[in-house]
């Protein structure tokens, strides 16, 4: 943070705050300042998130609609731009059941708690040039802990229902998350060693200093970390838990109203800060080679937050769902060694980096190295798991081109009548 | 009782909190609502920890015990038919309890009595002399920052603790195949 | 430092409000009969596609997920060992690298053990 810079420039949302600080801290008012500091940063957060959920609801049935070759809603505003508050609206009008044979406290406490950990893990993350609320010296870590809080909500609102539906669909969704929270820790690992620390804003230094985005050294854990955030999160192809055709809607089938609303909207805040994060971790944050002298960091990490969020938009709408033993021994066999692999690797050309002292061009030829590896270990390892590789086709195949395949009599009810009256 | 500040506001606060969270364990009829509850007395001891300064301690008890074990205990719950069973379950077990529970008792209360406290009530004012003893090994980084514990547990994995650190890798590897064999048992195995 | 966490108190209370106040504006609607509030002995009974519901919710769950949870409360332990090794890694060099080696190592027997008694497998 550069402390002295002009309360003016915007580049840096930070920038404002801090003469506003600087000046109550001048008339010896710390105490002042830190409280109005600290609701600074919460009331900003609180309405970004309110902001930021508002429109993410109109990003994501616009983008699923395009991909789904539909329009999407369009009439309500311009390009259907107050969707969203007719939503909200719609959600707060409905009649809000509680299911009698459930646990009424439970059940009204788990959506209460269920924002907690998304607001906590937004207060890590650096926005902007210095505009992180509380840039932590254990930040991943930080990040790390609180989601994994979350399985217990999903567990609350389950259970509390009494509903076999949902206490199936938390389980199982607690089993997912558990088993793809440790291919998230495991890749994060990797950037921790290479960027030496846990601090968001040191990630992001780091990145500075060398002129490098993380991603283009860390190729396997960028994508490990991807597919596992999609499982965290609970989202499809990872979206077991809503897996309309066989557990109705997971965890919270009993929930209806604006609790329902309230687990609709956290889904998309996860996915919006896993975009974030990704942003962090992987490309830069606010950094971004020389732009952020022009553009203002924030803008900037906002693009990046989106572009990830897209990413997750994109994948619900085209990725089919997995079943929940495929998606479990995916993780555990695949994603966990390879995340270990890879944090061997990269401890590995840290340790040689600092032993022999070297300038940080060494990180050029990492980057290469770490590149051909990463294909080639996924490549050996698949050879020798022996997987197959199902090839699917281009374009839908009708069976008259196919023309392999014959025609299969129906059983008729004399063949019944012969298998049973000999038995073989 | 003197206030000295407000992080002692903030441990009473958690302090008081978590002990009743922890009454709510022993006394809930419900054995998720005891789990829930246990969930809330571990989660403020996190809280604890943050105040003594050790960060890094207080996020693994959120990770392990927030996030692992209290899931583990859900799901043990879960897969025992504990509901079928009404009224309390302590049976022919109940002296031997309460002579495990008495043990524990005194060996907390002798451990308590018998520690030299400090008498720097607010070291959190004073962060360079934190009560927690990792932190004061060392304390500076080489950019001349305060060395967080984090910083400071990990140099101590490799200069004191060399081998309890892989002791505890060992540890974990009984846990593991221990776990697995009472779940699985001798069923069959991959060749 | 401490401030630090101390913001994080108030991001606690920002995380609670958020849903509090929809709920609170929900409830609102309510008093005000924009929202229902008819409650019947059908509408409030468990769902499950449109029969009666049979028996509790706490239906037997077989071991497996036991198994996972198990499995990740080693795994996460093991992996948050190496979070300080990782931020140490830069002062102690090499010999820091081959002590979490070994580390790493004895925990993949475990690793193997596991994957040989098909404790991955969902069954």
Redesign the interface.
């Known amino acids: 943070m550069n402390v002295l810079a002009n309360w003016w420039d915007l580049r840096s949302l930070a920038n404002p705050v801090n003469g506003l600080l600087g000046w109550l801290r001048d008339k010896g008012w710390d105490e002042i300042a ?1 409280i109005v ?3 600074i ?3 900003a ?2 309405l970004f ?2 902001v930021a959920m508002l429109a993410l609801i109109w990003v994501e049935r616009r983008v699923i609609a395009r991909i789904q070759i539909r329009r999407g809603p369009n009439r309500v505003g311009p390009q259907g731009l107050l969707q969203p508050v007719a939503d909200a609206i719609k959600l ?12 009424k406290w ?1 059940f009204w406490l788990a ?10 893990t ?2 890590v993350v650096p926005f902007g040039d210095g505009m992180t ?6 930040g ?3 990040i ?6 979350m ?2 909500v999903v ?2 609102a389950g ?1 509390s ?8 669909g938390a ?1 199982r969704t ?2 997912m998350v ?2 793809y ?2 291919p998230a ?2 890749s994060l ?1 990797s950037v ?2 290479l960027t ?3 601090q968001l804003g040191e990630i992001i230094n780091f990145q500075k200093d060398h002129n490098t985005w993380n991603v283009f050294l860390l190729p396997l854990p960028f994508a490990i970390y991807l597919i596992a955030s999609l499982a965290e999160i609970g989202r499809s192809p990872y979206d077991i838990a809503e897996a309309e055709s066989e557990i ?1 809607a997971g965890y919270h ?2 929930y209806s ?3 329902f ?2 687990f609709y909207a956290v889904e998309l805040a996860n996915a919006l800060i896993i975009g974030g994060l990704f942003a962090v971790f992987f490309f830069g944050g606010w950094w971004t080679y020389y732009l952020d002298v022009i553009i203002p960091s924030w803008v900037l990490f906002f693009v990046k937050m989106l572009l990830g969020y897209w990413l997750f938009v994109w994948a619900r709408g085209t990725v089919p769902r997995l079943r ?2 495929q998606s ?2 995916f993780s ?2 695949f994603l ?2 390879m995340g ?1 692999l890879n ?2 690797l990269v ?2 050309e ?3 980096w ?2 022999l002292d070297a300038p940080g061009i060494i990180l050029a030829p990492f980057a290469v190295i770490n590149w051909l590896l990463t294909a080639g270990l996924i490549v050996g390892y698949v050879r020798l798991l022996k997987l197959e590789h199902t090839q699917t086709p281009r374009r839908l195949t009708l069976t008259e081109d196919v023309g392999i395949v014959t025609h299969v009599p129906a059983p008729s009810a004399a063949g019944y009548s012969a298998a049973g009256g000999s038995p073989a | 009782m003197q206030i000295h500040s407000t992080e002692q506001v903030v441990f009473y606060l958690l302090a008081v909190v978590a002990v009743a969270a922890a009454l709510g364990v022993v006394f809930a009829q ?1 054995i ?2 005891s789990a ?1 509850f246990l ?1 809330v007395t571990l ?1 403020l001891t996190a809280g604890v920890y943050v105040l003594l300064s050790a ?2 301690l207080s ?2 008890q ?2 392990v015990y ?3 074990v ?2 583990l205990v ?2 043990a719950v ?1 897969i025992t038919r504990v509901r079928d069973a009404r009224g309390p379950l302590d049976g022919a077990q109940k002296p031997i309890a309460i002579v495990a529970g008495l043990a524990i008792v005194t060996v907390l209360v002798l451990m308590i009595s018998r520690t030299e406290w400090q008498q720097a009530i607010p070291a959190v004012n004073r962060p360079d002399e934190s009560p927690v003893r990792v932190q004061r090994v060392i304390t500076q980084t080489d950019k001349g920052q305060l060395m ?1 514990d ?1 910083d400071a547990i990990g140099h101590d994995l490799f200069t004191t603790f060399a081998v309890p650190f892989e002791v505890a890798s060992l540890v974990l590897l009984v846990a593991l195949v221990g776990a697995i064999y009472l779940a699985r048992g001798e069923e069959d195995e991959v060749t | ?1 401490l ?18 106040v ?2 609170v ?2 409830f609102l ?2 008093l005000v009969k ?6 019947n ?1 059908i ?7 449109g029969i009666e ?1 049979e028996g ?4 037997q ?1 077989h071991s ?2 036991y198994v ?2 198990l ?2 409360v080693v ?2 332990i093991e ?2 060992f ?2 300080p090794w ?2 140490a ?2 002062q102690e ?2 010999f ?2 081959v002590d ?2 070994l580390f ?1 190592a004895i925990l ?1 027997v475990g ?1 193997v053990y596991a ?1 040989r008694k098909r404790a ?4």
Not at chain 3, 56 to 59: D, K, L, P
């Open positions: 830190y500091s600290g609701s940063g919460a009331a957060i609180g998130l309110g707060m009008q409905k009649e809000s059941l509680t299911p009698r044979l459930g646990d439970v959506p209460l708690l269920l924002f907690i950990p998304t607001v906590l937004l207060g609320v509380a840039d932590l010296n254990v991943v870590l930080f790390i802990a609180v989601g994994s809080v399985p217990l567990f609350m259970w229902s009494n509903n076999k539906y949902s206490l199936l389980m607690i089993a558990l088993s929270e440790l820790v495991i690992l921790v060693v030496g620390s846990m109705v089938t009993e109203g604006m609790k609303g309230l929940i033993d479990l021994k555990w066999q966990v060694p270990l944090v061997v401890a590995f840290v340790a040689l600092y032993q | 419900d998720i609502h829930l969930v989660i960060e890094f996020l693994v959120v990770l927030g996030g692992g209290s899931i859900m799901f879960m967080s984090t | 430092m401030g630090q966490w101390g913001h994080m108190g108030f991001l606690v209370v920002v995380g609670l409000s958020l849903p509090a929809a709920l504006i929900s609607l309510g924009i929202r229902p509030k008819d409650p002995a509408k409030q009974d468990t769902y499950e596609c519901a509790s919710a706490w239906v769950f497996g997920y996972f949870a499995l990740f795994f996460d992996t948050v190496l979070y990782a931020v890694l830069r060099k090499l820091a690298f979490a080696l790493i993949g690793y994957w991955f497998e969902w069954r």
